[in-house]
Each structure stands twice: as structure tokens, then as C-alpha cells.
């Protein structure tokens, strides 16, 4: 019964570096979102999977942004050559459906670029 | 791009006191979520609002979603140190049909 899992739960990366963020979405939930989310600030849309399809990554800010669900379960966040400006919480958030569903939410990462 | 607004920002309350957050729209809102964000949390359903003229209640919360779909409303009743955190809310955009756009949430702090 677990809820949807982050991982890490923090991450520090020098400016330049890659980093990769996980999320294991609840089982069975075809939806599965990215969100950023800066400090005082509201979660920002990053991108939306449908199962392994990405409908929607109209939110990711640059080309060093790029998601993946490739067996349409664990998605994968990378981000290529950090910049201080990336430093947030990112939030994974998976729904039983797509639409109106409630978003559950996991416990985010904290990156922070140096 | 779609925007929902809310105010206040920042709402600090004696415990017992009421507390009221508003959500705006310049244009109509296909349905409204609100979320419940703890410090150092992540944000967590409350309540789904769909109809235009709405009212749900939980306990001690009644959300209100306008009769013309543009703003929504959560009142706190009595507030009490549980409360503490920032409440969003979030609007799925129509075009996309997927993406919920949050607001800037209002946080709440209770003073005990």
C-alpha cells in the first residue's frame, strides 16, 4: 500500500554535473507527472506520462531536461549539466487516470547546485 | 498561458480564529482541486470541485467553486495548530486536459 516513492531524497550536484531522479509511481496508476516546485512558490508543470507515452512535456524549461517511463511504471528525471537555477524540489505525482484524477504525490527531491 | 491567482499569500491567525483563501481565474475554470501542502511536505488532496455553485464541506473546511466557474474559495472554521501549511489551488487546463496548473497557495501559520 505504499505511496508513490522518490528517490533521492536530497541530492547536491556541482554546476556542470548530471544528475537522475526517480519515481516509483502507486501500482496500477497510469498517470504519472513531473512538477517543479521552487522554495515559496507553487509546483510548476514539467511533463505528463500516459502509461510509457509522454503526452505532454511542455513544461520542461530547456533541451537539458528530459523524462522517461520507459515500461510505463518507474519514471526517471535527468537533467545534463546542472545550473544553479535548477536548484528545487522536484515532485513526482501519479492518478489512476488522467484528467480530473487527484494527484498523490511523493515526497519530492531537493536539488541543490552548487 | 493559463493562470489561477490566490490571495492572500500569507494569512497569520490566532488559534480558533477563521481563515479564508481565495482562487482567482480571468477565465473559467474546467474544475478546481485543493491541496493541503505541510512544511517541508508535499502537497496533499483535500477536495474536487466540478459544478458551477458548488459547496463541499470537511469538518471544519467548506470549499465554495463560483457559480460562474472563475474563482473558488476555502474557509478554515475555527483554525486550530493542525492547520499550519500552504493550501493551493489547482485548475486542469482544457486545452491539455491533463496538467493541473497550481496557484501560488496562501500559507498559513496559527499562532497557539
Known amino acids: 500500500g505504499a505511496g508513490v516513492s522518490q528517490s533521492p531524497r536530497y541530492k547536491v550536484a556541482k554546476r556542470g554535473q548530471d544528475v537522475a531522479l526517480r519515481c516509483d509511481p502507486i501500482?496500477?496508476?497510469?498517470?504519472l507527472f513531473w512538477y517543479q516546485q521552487a522554495l515559496g512558490q507553487g509546483p510548476e508543470f514539467l511533463t505528463y506520462?500516459?502509461?510509457?507515452?509522454?503526452?505532454?512535456k511542455s513544461g520542461l524549461p530547456s533541451d537539458r531536461f528530459f523524462a522517461e517511463r520507459p515500461e510505463g511504471s518507474v519514471s526517471t528525471l535527468k537533467i545534463q549539466r546542472t545550473q544553479q537555477e535548477d536548484s528545487a524540489v522536484y515532485l513526482c505525482?501519479?492518478?489512476?487516470?488522467?484528467?480530473?484524477?487527484?494527484?498523490?504525490f511523493g515526497n519530492g527531491t531537493r536539488l541543490t547546485v552548487t | 498561458g493559463q493562470q489561477v491567482m490566490q490571495i492572500p499569500q500569507y494569512q497569520h491567525v490566532q488559534e480558533g480564529e477563521d481563515f479564508t483563501t481565495y482562487c482567482n481565474s480571468s477565465t473559467t475554470l474546467s474544475n478546481i482541486q485543493w491541496y493541503k501542502q505541510r512544511p517541508g511536505g508535499h502537497p496533499v488532496f483535500l477536495i474536487q470541485?466540478?459544478?458551477?455553485?458548488e459547496v463541499k464541506k470537511q469538518k471544519r473546511l467548506t470549499f465554495q467553486f463560483g457559480e460562474a466557474k472563475k474563482n473558488s474559495s476555502l474557509h478554515i472554521t475555527a483554525t486550530q495548530t493542525t492547520d499550519v501549511g500552504t493550501y493551493f489551488c489547482?485548475?486542469?487546463?482544457?486545452?491539455?486536459?491533463?496538467?493541473?496548473?497550481f496557484g501560488e497557495g496562501t500559507q498559513l501559520t496559527v499562532n497557539p
Open positions: 505525482a501519479s492518478s489512476s487516470r488522467d484528467g480530473d484524477s487527484p494527484l498523490h
Open positions: 489547482a485548475d486542469t487546463e482544457e486545452t491539455s486536459g491533463s496538467r493541473l496548473t
Open positions: 501500482s496500477g496508476h497510469v498517470s
Open positions: 506520462f500516459q502509461n510509457e507515452a509522454q503526452l505532454d
Open positions: 470541485l466540478v459544478k458551477s455553485g
